[in-house]
Protein backbone atom coordinates (compact mmCIF):
# COMPACT_ATOMS: atom_id res chain seq x y z
CA UNK A 1 0.00 0.00 0.00
CA UNK A 2 1.46 3.58 -0.81
CA UNK A 3 3.20 5.48 2.06
CA UNK A 4 0.52 8.22 1.26
CA UNK A 5 -1.35 10.01 4.00
CA UNK A 6 -3.55 11.82 2.38
CA UNK A 7 -6.12 8.92 1.85
CA UNK A 8 -6.67 8.95 5.46
CA UNK A 9 -8.63 11.00 7.75
CA UNK A 10 -8.57 11.55 11.39
CA UNK A 11 -11.93 13.13 12.60
CA UNK A 12 -14.37 12.77 15.61
CA UNK A 13 -16.28 9.78 15.76
CA UNK A 14 -19.48 10.27 14.09
CA UNK A 15 -22.59 8.71 16.00
CA UNK A 16 -23.67 6.36 13.00
CA UNK A 17 -20.13 4.99 13.35
CA UNK A 18 -20.80 4.02 17.26
CA UNK A 19 -21.92 0.27 16.79
CA UNK A 20 -18.23 0.07 14.56
CA UNK A 21 -16.30 1.44 16.70
CA UNK A 22 -17.51 -0.41 19.36
CA UNK A 23 -16.95 -3.46 17.44
CA UNK A 24 -13.49 -2.79 16.81
CA UNK A 25 -12.65 -2.05 20.25
CA UNK A 26 -14.16 -5.06 21.52
CA UNK A 27 -12.25 -7.14 19.37
CA UNK A 28 -8.90 -5.33 19.84
CA UNK A 29 -9.84 -5.56 23.82
CA UNK A 30 -11.54 -8.14 24.67
CA UNK A 31 -10.84 -7.60 28.68
CA UNK A 32 -12.75 -4.42 27.64
CA UNK A 33 -16.05 -5.99 28.08
CA UNK A 34 -17.90 -4.34 25.37
CA UNK A 35 -19.53 -7.57 24.24
CA UNK A 36 -22.91 -7.87 25.44
CA UNK A 37 -26.02 -5.90 24.36
CA UNK A 38 -26.07 -3.85 27.74
CA UNK A 39 -22.62 -3.30 27.93
CA UNK A 40 -22.75 -1.73 24.09
CA UNK A 41 -25.45 0.23 25.18
CA UNK A 42 -23.75 1.92 27.90
CA UNK A 43 -20.72 2.33 26.08
CA UNK A 44 -22.50 4.13 23.52
CA UNK A 45 -23.59 6.88 26.05
CA UNK A 46 -20.27 7.01 27.30
CA UNK A 47 -19.04 7.85 23.58
CA UNK A 48 -22.37 10.53 23.84
CA UNK A 49 -21.54 11.88 26.36
CA UNK A 50 -17.67 12.74 25.67
CA UNK A 51 -18.28 13.83 21.89
CA UNK A 52 -20.83 16.16 23.30
CA UNK A 53 -18.38 17.45 25.56
CA UNK A 54 -15.40 17.46 23.52
CA UNK A 55 -15.26 16.64 19.94
CA UNK A 56 -12.11 14.75 19.69
CA UNK A 57 -12.30 13.33 22.60
CA UNK A 58 -12.88 9.63 20.37
CA UNK A 59 -11.44 10.16 16.83
CA UNK A 60 -11.78 7.73 13.97
CA UNK A 61 -9.38 7.30 11.31
CA UNK A 62 -11.69 7.21 8.00
CA UNK A 63 -10.69 6.30 4.31
CA UNK A 64 -13.42 8.47 2.23
CA UNK A 65 -16.96 6.95 4.49
CA UNK A 66 -15.15 3.90 5.78
CA UNK A 67 -14.03 3.25 9.68
CA UNK A 68 -11.08 1.35 9.76
CA UNK A 69 -10.07 2.32 13.51
CA UNK A 70 -10.30 4.63 16.11
CA UNK A 71 -8.68 6.05 19.67
CA UNK A 72 -9.51 7.62 22.58
CA UNK A 73 -7.73 11.23 22.84
CA UNK A 74 -6.72 12.90 26.02
CA UNK A 75 -5.88 16.99 26.69
CA UNK A 76 -3.65 17.14 29.51
CA UNK A 77 -1.73 20.13 31.43
CA UNK A 78 2.15 18.82 32.35
CA UNK A 79 4.56 20.10 34.33
CA UNK A 80 7.58 20.35 32.27
CA UNK A 81 10.86 21.03 34.07
CA UNK A 82 8.74 23.32 36.00
CA UNK A 83 6.50 25.12 32.71
CA UNK A 84 2.81 23.94 33.05
CA UNK A 85 2.59 23.58 29.29
CA UNK A 86 -0.05 21.55 26.73
CA UNK A 87 0.43 17.62 26.38
CA UNK A 88 -1.91 15.09 25.07
CA UNK A 89 -2.51 11.65 25.44
CA UNK A 90 -4.03 8.94 23.16
CA UNK A 91 -5.63 5.27 24.76
CA UNK A 92 -7.06 2.62 23.33
CA UNK A 93 -6.24 2.78 19.71
CA UNK A 94 -7.94 0.00 17.65
CA UNK A 95 -7.94 -1.03 13.78
CA UNK A 96 -11.16 -3.05 12.21
CA UNK A 97 -9.56 -6.52 12.28
CA UNK A 98 -10.77 -6.81 8.39
CA UNK A 99 -7.76 -3.78 7.95
CA UNK A 100 -5.02 -5.26 9.75
CA UNK A 101 -1.86 -4.77 7.64
CA UNK A 102 -3.22 -1.96 6.16
CA UNK A 103 -1.25 0.82 7.92
CA UNK A 104 -4.02 2.06 9.50
CA UNK A 105 -2.72 2.38 13.34
CA UNK A 106 0.38 4.55 11.38
CA UNK A 107 -2.06 6.67 9.72
CA UNK A 108 -3.84 6.74 12.84
CA UNK A 109 -0.41 8.28 14.54
CA UNK A 110 0.59 10.15 11.91
CA UNK A 111 -2.60 12.14 11.97
CA UNK A 112 -2.96 12.63 15.83
CA UNK A 113 0.88 14.16 15.81
CA UNK A 114 -0.21 16.74 12.85
CA UNK A 115 -3.32 17.43 15.10
CA UNK A 116 -1.00 18.16 17.71
CA UNK A 117 1.54 20.42 16.08
CA UNK A 118 -1.06 22.18 14.95
CA UNK A 119 -2.30 23.23 18.43
CA UNK A 120 1.02 24.00 19.67
CA UNK A 121 0.99 20.57 21.59
CA UNK A 122 4.66 19.66 22.11
CA UNK A 123 4.54 16.88 23.93
CA UNK A 124 2.74 13.59 23.00
CA UNK A 125 1.97 10.59 25.54
CA UNK A 126 1.16 7.04 25.19
CA UNK A 127 0.92 3.64 26.95
CA UNK A 128 2.33 1.29 24.44
CA UNK A 129 0.86 -2.21 23.96
CA UNK A 130 3.92 -3.03 22.35
CA UNK A 131 6.56 -0.38 23.19
CA UNK A 132 9.16 -1.59 20.13
CA UNK A 133 5.93 0.39 17.93
CA UNK A 134 5.62 3.24 18.76
CA UNK A 135 9.70 3.26 19.44
CA UNK A 136 9.68 3.16 16.16
CA UNK A 137 7.35 6.02 15.71
CA UNK A 138 9.63 8.20 17.67
CA UNK A 139 8.19 7.77 21.13
CA UNK A 140 11.18 7.89 23.96
CA UNK A 141 10.59 5.71 27.17
CA UNK A 142 9.97 7.25 30.17
CA UNK A 143 10.72 6.76 33.58
CA UNK A 144 10.46 2.58 34.62
CA UNK A 145 7.58 1.01 36.98
CA UNK A 146 8.87 -0.56 40.20
CA UNK A 147 6.22 -3.14 41.59
CA UNK A 148 7.10 -4.05 45.23
CA UNK A 149 5.29 -6.51 47.72
CA UNK A 150 6.28 -5.94 51.12
CA UNK A 151 5.16 -7.53 54.00
CA UNK A 152 3.38 -4.97 56.20
CA UNK A 153 6.03 -5.39 59.52
CA UNK A 154 9.21 -4.26 56.39
CA UNK A 155 7.15 -0.70 56.45
CA UNK A 156 8.54 1.86 58.81
CA UNK A 157 6.51 2.94 62.41
CA UNK A 158 8.06 6.08 63.29
CA UNK A 159 5.50 8.07 61.69
CA UNK A 160 2.91 9.78 63.48
CA UNK A 161 -0.14 7.06 62.10
CA UNK A 162 -2.49 9.26 64.69
CA UNK A 163 -3.46 12.04 61.88
CA UNK A 164 -3.98 9.23 59.81
CA UNK A 165 -8.00 8.61 58.70
CA UNK A 166 -10.31 7.66 56.61
CA UNK A 167 -11.42 10.29 53.57
CA UNK A 168 -14.82 10.50 52.11
CA UNK A 169 -16.53 12.75 49.61
CA UNK A 170 -16.23 15.79 52.02
CA UNK A 171 -12.57 16.23 51.68
CA UNK A 172 -12.54 15.08 48.21
CA UNK A 173 -11.71 19.07 47.24
CA UNK A 174 -8.85 19.04 50.35
CA UNK A 175 -7.13 15.84 48.28
CA UNK A 176 -7.67 17.44 44.73
CA UNK A 177 -5.58 20.65 46.88
CA UNK A 178 -3.06 17.97 47.34
CA UNK A 179 -2.34 16.57 43.79
CA UNK A 180 -2.28 20.15 42.91
CA UNK A 181 0.37 21.13 45.54
CA UNK A 182 2.40 18.42 44.16
CA UNK A 183 1.73 18.80 40.78
CA UNK A 184 2.91 22.26 40.70
CA UNK A 185 6.66 20.97 41.98
CA UNK A 186 6.68 17.17 40.33
CA UNK A 187 8.17 17.81 37.03
CA UNK A 188 6.35 15.33 34.53
CA UNK A 189 3.05 15.71 36.36
CA UNK A 190 -0.15 15.86 34.38
CA UNK A 191 -3.00 17.86 36.41
CA UNK A 192 -6.00 15.64 37.72
CA UNK A 193 -9.51 16.25 36.13
CA UNK A 194 -12.13 16.36 38.85
CA UNK A 195 -13.53 13.65 37.33
CA UNK A 196 -10.47 11.31 37.90
CA UNK A 197 -11.37 11.96 41.37
CA UNK A 198 -15.08 11.66 41.33
CA UNK A 199 -14.33 7.82 40.00
CA UNK A 200 -11.99 7.14 43.19
CA UNK A 201 -14.24 8.09 45.39
CA UNK A 202 -17.67 6.70 43.98
CA UNK A 203 -15.69 3.54 43.26
CA UNK A 204 -17.06 1.09 46.63
CA UNK A 205 -13.86 -1.04 45.78
CA UNK A 206 -11.30 1.87 46.87
CA UNK A 207 -10.43 3.37 50.01
CA UNK A 208 -8.80 7.03 50.63
CA UNK A 209 -6.87 7.39 53.52
CA UNK A 210 -4.94 11.29 54.20
CA UNK A 211 -2.49 12.64 56.48
CA UNK A 212 -4.04 15.74 58.20
CA UNK A 213 -2.51 18.82 59.13
CA UNK A 214 -5.18 21.29 60.43
CA UNK A 215 -7.36 21.85 57.91
CA UNK A 216 -5.22 20.15 54.87
CA UNK A 217 -4.42 16.87 53.48
CA UNK A 218 -0.77 16.93 53.24
CA UNK A 219 -1.06 13.27 51.75
CA UNK A 220 -3.13 10.73 50.77
CA UNK A 221 -3.02 7.12 49.34
CA UNK A 222 -6.03 5.37 47.66
CA UNK A 223 -5.77 1.44 48.17
CA UNK A 224 -7.74 -1.71 47.40
CA UNK A 225 -8.21 -5.42 48.50
CA UNK A 226 -7.45 -8.18 46.87
CA UNK A 227 -7.63 -11.96 48.02
CA UNK A 228 -3.37 -13.26 49.04
CA UNK A 229 -4.43 -16.56 47.65
CA UNK A 230 -7.02 -18.32 46.27
CA UNK A 231 -10.38 -19.39 49.05
CA UNK A 232 -8.07 -17.39 51.86
CA UNK A 233 -11.02 -15.30 52.03
CA UNK A 234 -9.56 -13.77 55.30
CA UNK A 235 -6.18 -12.87 54.32
CA UNK A 236 -5.36 -10.23 51.57
CA UNK A 237 -2.79 -8.08 49.81
CA UNK A 238 -3.87 -4.49 50.39
CA UNK A 239 -2.74 -2.67 46.90
CA UNK A 240 -1.71 0.67 47.07
CA UNK A 241 -3.01 2.37 43.64
CA UNK A 242 -1.92 6.41 44.44
CA UNK A 243 0.34 7.53 47.26
CA UNK A 244 1.05 11.41 46.94
CA UNK A 245 2.80 13.56 49.91
CA UNK A 246 4.10 16.60 49.54
CA UNK A 247 6.36 16.57 53.16
CA UNK A 248 8.31 13.50 54.96
CA UNK A 249 5.57 13.50 57.74
CA UNK A 250 3.04 12.70 55.33
CA UNK A 251 4.74 9.86 53.79
CA UNK A 252 5.80 8.24 57.26
CA UNK A 253 2.86 8.75 58.46
CA UNK A 254 1.01 7.26 55.86
CA UNK A 255 3.59 4.45 55.87
CA UNK A 256 2.71 3.55 59.29
CA UNK A 257 -0.46 3.50 59.32
CA UNK A 258 -0.06 0.72 56.28
CA UNK A 259 1.74 -0.99 58.83
CA UNK A 260 -0.53 -1.03 61.32
CA UNK A 261 -2.94 -3.19 59.15
CA UNK A 262 -0.47 -6.25 59.12
CA UNK A 263 -3.46 -8.61 61.28
CA UNK A 264 -5.08 -8.99 57.94
CA UNK A 265 -2.97 -8.30 55.33
CA UNK A 266 -0.10 -10.66 54.22
CA UNK A 267 1.57 -8.16 51.77
CA UNK A 268 1.33 -4.72 50.41
CA UNK A 269 1.25 -3.75 47.05
CA UNK A 270 3.34 -0.56 45.83
CA UNK A 271 3.84 0.34 42.16
CA UNK A 272 5.91 3.47 42.45
CA UNK A 273 8.21 5.20 40.02
CA UNK A 274 10.67 5.98 43.20
CA UNK A 275 14.29 4.11 42.24
CA UNK A 276 14.97 4.87 45.87
CA UNK A 277 11.96 3.06 47.45
CA UNK A 278 13.91 -0.15 49.07
CA UNK A 279 15.57 2.39 51.18
CA UNK A 280 12.79 3.05 52.94
CA UNK A 281 11.85 -1.25 53.78
CA UNK A 282 13.54 -3.02 56.76
CA UNK A 283 13.21 -5.90 54.63
CA UNK A 284 13.06 -5.62 50.91
CA UNK A 285 12.36 -9.18 49.80
CA UNK A 286 9.36 -9.76 47.81
CA UNK A 287 8.56 -12.86 49.11
CA UNK A 288 9.49 -14.84 45.41
CA UNK A 289 12.93 -16.34 47.97
CA UNK A 290 14.67 -15.73 44.31
CA UNK A 291 18.00 -15.20 44.08
CA UNK A 292 19.84 -13.10 41.47
CA UNK A 293 23.85 -14.44 41.27
CA UNK A 294 25.44 -14.60 43.22
CA UNK A 295 23.21 -13.38 46.18
CA UNK A 296 21.05 -10.48 45.38
CA UNK A 297 17.49 -10.87 46.41
CA UNK A 298 14.67 -9.96 44.52
CA UNK A 299 13.69 -6.77 45.89
CA UNK A 300 10.57 -5.92 42.95
CA UNK A 301 9.36 -6.69 39.65
CA UNK A 302 10.13 -3.55 37.04
CA UNK A 303 8.08 -2.48 33.84
CA UNK A 304 8.72 0.10 31.05
CA UNK A 305 5.49 1.75 30.43
CA UNK A 306 4.74 5.75 29.95
CA UNK A 307 6.50 6.72 26.48
CA UNK A 308 7.13 10.49 25.20
CA UNK A 309 7.55 12.08 22.03
CA UNK A 310 7.97 15.91 21.25
CA UNK A 311 6.56 16.73 18.48
CA UNK A 312 8.51 20.28 17.22
CA UNK A 313 11.71 20.07 18.81
CA UNK A 314 12.65 24.02 18.20
CA UNK A 315 8.72 24.98 19.55
CA UNK A 316 9.90 23.12 22.35
CA UNK A 317 12.77 25.27 23.03
CA UNK A 318 10.35 28.18 22.55
CA UNK A 319 7.68 27.55 25.51
CA UNK A 320 10.66 25.92 27.86
CA UNK A 321 12.10 29.51 27.89
CA UNK A 322 11.73 29.88 31.24
CA UNK A 323 12.84 26.28 32.32
CA UNK A 324 16.23 25.98 33.56
CA UNK A 325 18.56 23.73 32.12
CA UNK A 326 21.00 22.60 35.27
CA UNK A 327 22.91 25.89 35.41
CA UNK A 328 24.79 25.43 32.18
CA UNK A 329 26.06 28.30 30.08
CA UNK A 330 26.72 26.70 26.68
CA UNK A 331 25.95 26.54 23.34
CA UNK A 332 24.50 23.67 21.61
CA UNK A 333 23.46 22.46 18.53
CA UNK A 334 20.91 19.46 18.35
CA UNK A 335 20.32 17.74 15.15
CA UNK A 336 17.73 15.07 15.31
CA UNK A 337 16.48 12.86 13.07
CA UNK A 338 12.74 11.58 12.75
CA UNK A 339 11.81 9.68 10.12
CA UNK A 340 7.94 9.33 10.93
CA UNK A 341 7.59 12.99 11.05
CA UNK A 342 10.33 14.46 8.58
CA UNK A 343 9.28 18.19 9.44
CA UNK A 344 10.11 17.72 12.87
CA UNK A 345 14.28 16.56 11.65
CA UNK A 346 16.73 18.69 11.53
CA UNK A 347 19.26 20.77 13.40
CA UNK A 348 18.83 23.77 15.70
CA UNK A 349 21.50 26.05 17.65
CA UNK A 350 19.97 27.10 21.11
CA UNK A 351 21.94 28.96 23.76
CA UNK A 352 21.74 28.04 27.34
CA UNK A 353 22.93 31.22 29.61
CA UNK A 354 22.14 29.85 33.17
CA UNK A 355 20.36 26.98 32.05
CA UNK A 356 17.44 29.52 30.61
CA UNK A 357 17.31 28.23 26.62
CA UNK A 358 17.37 30.78 23.65
CA UNK A 359 16.90 29.86 19.68
CA UNK A 360 20.34 31.12 18.48
CA UNK A 361 20.75 29.75 14.98
CA UNK A 362 23.25 32.11 13.74
CA UNK A 363 25.29 32.09 17.04
CA UNK A 364 28.37 29.34 16.95
CA UNK A 365 27.83 26.18 18.96
CA UNK A 366 30.55 25.55 21.51
CA UNK A 367 29.51 21.62 20.78
CA UNK A 368 26.93 19.83 18.52
CA UNK A 369 25.02 16.44 19.31
CA UNK A 370 23.27 14.45 17.29
CA UNK A 371 20.28 11.72 17.98
CA UNK A 372 17.19 10.16 17.34
CA UNK A 373 13.72 12.27 18.25
CA UNK A 374 12.60 8.84 20.36
CA UNK A 375 16.12 9.17 22.54
CA UNK A 376 16.22 13.05 22.47
CA UNK A 377 12.46 13.10 23.37
CA UNK A 378 13.80 10.74 26.63
CA UNK A 379 16.44 13.41 26.94
CA UNK A 380 14.12 16.47 26.91
CA UNK A 381 11.75 14.67 29.77
CA UNK A 382 15.33 13.64 32.35
CA UNK A 383 13.96 10.12 31.51
CA UNK A 384 17.27 9.21 29.99
CA UNK A 385 20.68 10.71 30.77
CA UNK A 386 23.10 12.15 27.34
CA UNK A 387 26.15 9.73 28.94
CA UNK A 388 23.78 6.88 29.33
CA UNK A 389 22.64 7.66 25.23
CA UNK A 390 26.45 8.34 24.45
CA UNK A 391 27.70 4.85 26.18
CA UNK A 392 24.76 2.82 24.70
CA UNK A 393 25.31 4.76 20.77
CA UNK A 394 21.98 6.12 20.97
CA UNK A 395 24.17 9.35 20.78
CA UNK A 396 26.71 11.67 19.42
CA UNK A 397 28.44 14.66 20.27
CA UNK A 398 31.27 16.25 18.10
CA UNK A 399 33.66 16.13 21.01
CA UNK A 400 33.72 13.89 23.68
CA UNK A 401 35.74 15.93 26.76
CA UNK A 402 32.25 18.00 26.83
CA UNK A 403 29.84 14.91 27.38
CA UNK A 404 29.56 15.60 30.78
CA UNK A 405 28.40 19.29 30.45
CA UNK A 406 25.82 18.41 28.07
CA UNK A 407 24.59 15.17 30.64
CA UNK A 408 24.25 18.31 33.27
CA UNK A 409 22.86 20.16 31.38
CA UNK A 410 19.90 17.83 30.17
CA UNK A 411 19.61 16.16 33.98
CA UNK A 412 16.91 16.60 36.42
CA UNK A 413 16.33 16.59 39.92
CA UNK A 414 13.98 13.77 39.59
CA UNK A 415 12.98 11.56 36.49
CA UNK A 416 9.69 12.30 35.57
CA UNK A 417 6.74 10.90 37.35
CA UNK A 418 3.28 10.33 35.85
CA UNK A 419 0.33 8.89 37.93
CA UNK A 420 -2.33 9.41 35.04
CA UNK A 421 -4.07 6.30 33.66
CA UNK A 422 -5.17 7.07 29.94
Keep these: MADDFTTSELRPLLERDFDTYITVADNAYPDARLGTPEEREKYRAVLAARLAKSPMSHVGIYR ?21 IAAAGIGMVAVDLAHKKEHVARDLMRA ?103 S ?62 HLLLGDVRDGSQVLIPSVYHRSNAQGVGIMYRVTDVPRAF ?40 TIAQDATAD ?15 GAADFRSLYRYGLAEISDAALIEPVTRLFATDEKPLCMTQF
Design 318 to 357: ELLHSARFGEQSLTLRITVADSFLPENAGSLTVRFGDGHP
Design 64 to 84: GETLLGGARLHDFVMNARGTQ
Design 216 to 277: DVRGYAVFSFTEAAANQFLTYDLVVDEMVYETREALLGLLAFLRSQADQIERIVFNTQDDNF
Design 367 to 381: VEITLDIAEFSSLLM
Design 112 to 214: WLDYCRAHDVLFALLYPFRPDFYKQMGFGYGTKMSQYRVRPVGLPQRGDRKKVALLGAAEQEMVSDCYARMQMRAHGLIRKSDDALDRVFSDHTKRVVGYREG
